[in-house]
């Protein structure tokens, strides 16, 4: 019982385990999953802490030296309380919220403002009160040939940002700001952390 308590034990903390090897420097903590398997496994999560949507203020972020991955920036929301209706579907929340981020040089790499309705809602059959959300950007189907087609992302930013997707430049400084431009009393009721992950 003692041998499968510390094995639980060392799974859980190396699975988390800071990803202190890539000198990550700025807000937030950046963790590694070592037994992230498969191209859509999250192996890298930059958490950047709670962020309030139920007041209108803005937040700065540092970000330097991130790994260089295809990373999505968005929003984790859990309800605080059970809910019958899955958040994904029923996308409770709708501040507006603007999302602005540059790199060193001054390049805008992400720029988006919209109603949180808008953005796109993600979640798995076991966490129902639990939605990752986020933005996507502009894409088309475009001819390739005949009955070929291929997707066509318009509108691509500096570092590969296209809605809150980027993909950061080794030993890069990003500026982050999230602004809350209008606010949403009822974001009292989850709980909301910032986060990025690869």
């Known amino acids: 019982m003692v041998k499968t308590r510390w094995f639980i034990f060392a799974f859980l903390f190396i699975s988390t385990v800071p990803a202190c090897g890539n000198g990550y420097r700025g807000d937030g903590y950046l963790s590694y999953n070592w037994f992230a398997i498969g191209a859509y ?8 802490g709670c962020i309030e949507l139920n007041r209108i203020t803005t937040y700065s972020y540092t970000m330097t030296n991130l790994p260089n991955e295809r990373f999505t920036l968005g929003l984790e929301i859990a309800a605080k309380r059970y809910t019958q209706k899955p958040l994904l579907d029923s996308r409770p929340l709708n501040p507006i919220v603007r999302v602005h981020l540059s790199n060193s040089s001054g390049v805008t790499v992400i720029d988006e403002t919209a109603e949180l309705k808008k953005w796109i809602w993600s979640g798995s059959s076991d966490r129902l009160n639990e939605s990752f959300v986020y933005r996507a950007g502009i894409s088309r189907l475009k001819q390739a ?19 809150t997707y980027f993909t950061p430049k080794r030993n890069e400084r990003y500026n982050l ?18 986060i990025a992950k690869a």
């Open 145 to 163: 040939g005949d009955n070929k087609f291929t997707q066509e992302y318009t509108g691509v930013l500096g570092d590969e940002g296209w809605g």
């Open 177 to 194: 700001q999230i602004e809350i431009i209008h606010a949403d009393r009822d974001a009292v009721d989850y709980d909301i952390r910032l």
């Open 41 to 48: 496994a999250v192996r890298y999560k930059l958490n950047l």
